[in-house]
């Protein structure tokens, strides 16, 4: 095992638990089961397709055996002048298969050919054997004995003759032919069409079940999961299933119903012929497996260094400016070259291995078949010995063998979209099994707004507390500040005020109602927050502040981006509310974006507001314009505020001073003053930095 597969694994799931892969294939079926009617449709179709397409060498058979070498068939010698009588040499015949029952015969003739010439043999023959002509007669050998007939050699117009009888059942059989092409055409389309557009709905199911599991995931679950992997899983990923469904499903389908048809025909036309070709089904069935047990191995590779790729390109792009700045261009290629490095090796990988095993295997195999049997049977039938079978058998034999070994060919070349297929559903259902939460549509009343911790302990990884027994009171209105070192916990309170995540003891109520009695989306209703670094989503700024809300009407976008301070903001803007947004809000400056968000968390008039270092990335003209709208909007709401510039809290209700995730002070600003503790040590430092900065 190389060192990419040791470090990664255990999240590739090399280990997992034997059966895994059919518990896979269950679920995959189970998806495909949603959309039975349409598969059945689909199958219904192939089965005609296939039943229509293998009926050709049958009438290949009937026009050789019956229309062409019947020639070769006995003639006798009659009075009746119908369609099916030949006259030559002043004497009309008719063939054996043409009289009725009971009807009177006259002598026996023969036509039989010899290389291109055919001659006429006014008399039976005793055996059939190696034909030649010498001196006029047709000599024929077996097994040491010979026969020898007067014969005469038919021209061109005297060949038409005999042959003139069979031309209307042989046009029949054209006709009927490609009448069963134009079937086939049109139900192989309709199957085609059919499978393929299930498929794309069992695909689009699948894609809205994975995003609707990323709403009901917890921010726990992306702390450890790059936005780029998850991508990939639900856009690459769920493409590859997507081949499973209208290439693998479509070729493995075709080829079982193609190879049994064939099996039947080839049982129909000779026992002896069809047991021989019964060795190719174990022998394709083991060849699966033996693929897929070496094959899954390198697709999670790829899979997983493919979701790598994906990661590491989404983390460059978004700190392309980061990269740049510190001229890690270099060491970022460096770093992408490993990946891809990896990504090639296993793809060569793959693909020595499916040279091996794909269509030159199969043709070998084919071949050798092909040869053993026509020279085992061709020769017997052309020497007329022991196990002769007719031209017509042998010709559709040997078409039916070629077309047996086609779908053999498709299978095995869709084994790799097979195993990539599996692999990518195995990351995809890991990702759908995660525990997760419904989001919930239930709705309750307005809060008042009295929050309550009640002895908090909180940790993001097991044995590293970072809230201890953290206890405080904020009172409907109040505004709570957080203050304290980077690390001590000021952010963590609020992501479990917000039940991004839940505490490991203790309990929180809202109202007196403990917040993890409620949906998380439930509690989140009447809540808002402003974050630090803001997202906005690529739009305009007025589907920004709304965020699609139908019940937010643009009288109330625009009151909100006034009521924060944003109408200069607005009127340097051409299209003002309706000027776009792209991904992020690049074209928007820091205050610009802050304000946005702003507005955003109070146009759903939350009962409890959240500030978390909301005004730290803006410049000091953009703060005190928010600072002054805060103060209107902050009326009737509890708030809690996160700011490392103290200066910003002193007006606040309560201020609570955290240090290594413990309250070590609480109290208004002047009460913290007087403590001459932690927060008046910070206070003056900030200040003594102004006055210096100053």
Same mark, same amino acid.
């Given at each position: 095992?190389?060192?990419?597969?040791?470090?990664?694994?255990?999240?590739?799931?090399?280990?997992?638990?034997?059966?895994?892969?059919?518990?896979?294939?269950?679920?995959?079926?189970?998806?495909?089961?949603?959309?039975?009617?349409?598969?059945?449709?689909?199958?219904?179709?192939?089965?005609?397709?296939?039943?229509?397409?293998?009926? $050709?060498?049958?009438?290949?058979?009937?026009? %050789?055996?019956?229309?062409?070498?019947?020639?070769?068939?006995?003639?006798?010698?009659?009075?009746?002048?119908?369609?099916?009588?030949?006259?030559?040499? &002043?004497?009309?015949?008719?063939?054996?298969?043409?009289?009725?029952?009971?009807?009177?015969?006259?002598?026996?003739?023969?036509?039989?050919?010899?290389?291109?010439?055919?001659?006429?043999?006014?008399?039976?023959?005793?055996?059939?054997?190696?034909?030649?002509?010498?001196?006029?007669?047709?000599?024929?050998?077996? $097994?040491?004995?010979?026969?020898?007939? @007067?014969?005469?050699?038919?021209?061109?117009?005297?060949?038409?003759?005999?042959?003139?009888?069979?031309?209307?059942?042989?046009?029949?059989?054209?006709?009927?032919?490609?009448?069963?092409?134009?079937?086939?055409?049109?139900?192989?389309? &309709?199957?085609?069409?059919?499978?393929?557009?299930?498929?794309?709905?069992? %695909?689009?199911?699948?894609? =809205?079940?994975?995003?609707?599991?990323?709403?009901?995931? @917890?921010?726990?679950?992306?702390?450890?999961?790059?936005?780029?992997?998850?991508?990939?899983?639900?856009?690459?990923?769920?493409?590859?299933?997507?081949?499973?469904?209208?290439?693998?499903?479509?070729?493995?389908?075709?080829?079982?119903?193609?190879?049994?048809?064939?099996?039947?025909?080839?049982?129909?036309?000779?026992?002896?012929?069809?047991?021989?070709?019964?060795?190719?089904?174990?022998?394709?069935?083991?060849?699966?497996?033996?693929? &897929?047990?070496?094959?899954?191995?390198?697709?999670?590779? %790829?899979?997983?260094?493919?979701?790598?790729?994906?990661?590491?390109?989404?983390?460059?792009?978004?700190?392309?400016?980061?990269?740049?700045?510190?001229?890690?261009?270099?060491?970022?290629?460096?770093?992408?070259?490993?990946?891809?490095?990896?990504?090639?090796?296993?793809?060569?990988?793959?693909?020595?291995?499916?040279?091996?095993?794909?269509?030159?295997?199969?043709?070998?195999?084919?071949?050798?078949?092909?040869?053993?049997?026509?020279?085992?049977?061709?020769?017997?039938?052309?020497?007329?010995?022991?196990?002769?079978?007719?031209?017509?058998?042998?010709?559709?034999?040997?078409?039916?063998?070629?077309?047996?070994?086609?779908?053999?060919?498709?299978?095995?070349?869709?084994?790799?979209?097979?195993?990539?297929?599996?692999?990518?559903?195995?990351?995809?259902?890991?990702?759908?099994?995660?525990?997760?939460?419904?989001?919930?549509?239930?709705?309750?009343?307005?809060?008042?707004?009295?929050?309550?911790?009640?002895?908090?302990?909180?940790?993001?990884?097991?044995?590293?507390?970072?809230?201890?027994?953290?206890?405080?009171?904020?009172?409907?209105?109040?505004?709570?500040?957080?203050? $304290?070192? =980077?690390?001590?916990?000021?952010?963590?309170?609020?992501?479990?005020?917000?039940?991004?995540?839940? @505490?490991?003891?203790?309990?929180?109520?809202?109202d007196g109602t403990d917040t993890r009695t409620l949906p998380r989306q439930t509690i989140r209703q009447h809540m808002g927050i402003v974050l630090q670094d803001p997202f906005l989503f690529t739009g305009t700024i007025g589907s920004n502040v709304s965020l699609g809300d139908p019940a937010i009407s643009r009288e109330r976008i625009e009151k909100v981006l006034a009521d924060v301070g944003a109408g200069a903001m607005l009127k340097d803007l051409p299209l003002g509310i309706d000027e776009p947004v792209i991904e992020k809000g690049s074209t928007l400056s820091a205050g610009q974006r802050q304000l946005i968000s702003f507005a955003r968390a109070l146009a759903y008039d939350p009962a409890i507001l959240i500030l978390d270092?909301?005004?730290?990335?803006?410049?000091?003209?953009?703060?005190?314009?928010?600072?002054?709208?805060?103060?209107?909007?902050?009326?009737?709401?509890?708030?809690?505020?996160?700011?490392?510039?103290?200066? =910003?809290?002193?007006?606040?209700?309560?201020?609570?001073?955290?240090?290594?995730?413990?309250?070590?002070?609480?109290?208004?600003?002047?009460?913290?003053?007087?403590?001459?503790?932690?927060?008046?040590?910070?206070?003056?430092?900030?200040?003594?930095?102004?006055?210096?900065?100053?």
């Amino acid at each position: 095992m190389s060192e990419y597969e040791e470090e990664y694994g255990n999240e590739l799931g090399l280990d997992q638990a034997p059966g895994s892969k059919e518990r896979i294939i269950k679920r995959l079926i189970g998806y495909a089961a949603r959309f039975k009617r349409l598969f059945l449709v689909a199958l219904l179709m192939l089965a005609i397709a296939v039943c229509t397409d293998l009926a $050709g060498p049958l009438i290949a058979k009937r026009i %050789i055996d019956v229309h062409i070498s019947g020639i070769e068939k006995p003639w006798y010698e009659t009075s009746d002048s119908g369609s099916y009588s030949v006259l030559y040499d &002043g004497k009309r015949y008719k063939r054996e298969d043409h009289w009725a029952p009971g009807e009177t015969r006259g002598g026996e003739v023969r036509v039989l050919q010899i290389d291109r010439a055919y001659y006429f043999i006014a008399s039976p023959v005793a055996w059939d054997g190696e034909r030649t002509v010498k001196d006029g007669s047709v000599i024929i050998a077996k $097994g040491g004995q010979t026969a020898s007939y @007067p014969s005469k050699q038919l021209n061109l117009e005297e060949l038409f003759g005999f042959y003139k009888p069979e031309l209307d059942g042989m046009l029949k059989l054209c006709l009927y032919y490609l009448g069963l092409v134009a079937v086939s055409a049109v139900f192989t389309y &309709g199957q085609h069409y059919y499978l393929q557009s299930t498929a794309n709905r069992i %695909i689009r199911l699948m894609r =809205t079940d994975v995003f609707a599991q990323l709403n009901r995931l @917890p921010i726990r679950y992306f702390d450890n999961l790059p936005a780029g992997k998850v991508v990939s899983r639900v856009t690459n990923d769920t493409e590859t299933i997507r081949d499973l469904y209208v290439n693998v499903l479509a070729n493995f389908f075709t080829g079982t119903i193609h190879m049994l048809g064939i099996f039947i025909a080839l049982f129909v036309l000779d026992a002896r012929l069809a047991a021989i070709c019964l060795f190719i089904i174990p022998a394709l069935a083991g060849w699966i497996y033996v693929y &897929g047990r070496i094959a899954k191995k390198y697709n999670r590779m %790829i899979r997983k260094t493919v979701s790598d790729i994906n990661g590491m390109i989404n983390e460059s792009i978004q700190g392309m400016t980061i990269i740049k700045a510190f001229r890690k261009e270099k060491r970022v290629q460096e770093q992408f070259e490993v990946h891809n490095t990896h990504l090639f090796a296993y793809q060569n990988k793959l693909l020595s291995l499916n040279s091996w095993t794909g269509y030159n295997l199969v043709g070998v195999i084919r071949n050798t078949a092909l040869a053993a049997l026509i020279w085992y049977f061709g020769g017997a039938s052309l020497s007329g010995g022991e196990g002769m079978v007719t031209l017509g058998v042998l010709y559709a034999f040997v078409d039916y063998l070629n077309r047996l070994f086609q779908p053999m060919v498709n299978i095995v070349n869709q084994l790799p979209n097979l195993e990539r297929a599996l692999v990518s559903a195995e990351r995809v259902f890991a990702l759908v099994d995660q525990e997760g939460e419904d989001v919930s549509d239930r709705r309750i009343a307005r809060y008042k707004g009295d929050v309550r911790f009640e002895d908090v302990f909180f940790s993001y990884k097991d044995n590293e507390p970072v809230l201890k027994g953290v206890s405080f009171a904020a009172r409907q209105g109040q505004t709570v500040a957080l203050v $304290g070192h =980077t690390g001590s916990g000021k952010s963590s309170i609020l992501n479990l005020l917000f039940r991004f995540y839940d @505490p490991d003891r203790g309990r929180i109520t809202i109202d007196g109602t403990d917040t993890r009695t409620l949906p998380r989306q439930t509690i989140r209703q009447h809540m808002g927050i402003v974050l630090q670094d803001p997202f906005l989503f690529t739009g305009t700024i007025g589907s920004n502040v709304s965020l699609g809300d139908p019940a937010i009407s643009r009288e109330r976008i625009e009151k909100v981006l006034a009521d924060v301070g944003a109408g200069a903001m607005l009127k340097d803007l051409p299209l003002g509310i309706d000027e776009p947004v792209i991904e992020k809000g690049s074209t928007l400056s820091a205050g610009q974006r802050q304000l946005i968000s702003f507005a955003r968390a109070l146009a759903y008039d939350p009962a409890i507001l959240i500030l978390d270092e909301a005004t730290s990335n803006i410049d000091t003209e953009t703060e005190a314009v928010i600072q002054q709208a805060l103060d209107v909007v902050k009326q009737g709401r509890t708030t809690f505020v996160i700011a490392h510039r103290l200066s =910003t809290v002193k007006n606040a209700d309560l201020i609570l001073v955290l240090d290594r995730g413990e309250i070590v002070e609480r109290g208004t600003h002047e009460q913290l003053m007087k403590l001459e503790g932690k927060y008046r040590q910070m206070y003056e430092i900030q200040l003594g930095k102004v006055a210096a900065g100053q």
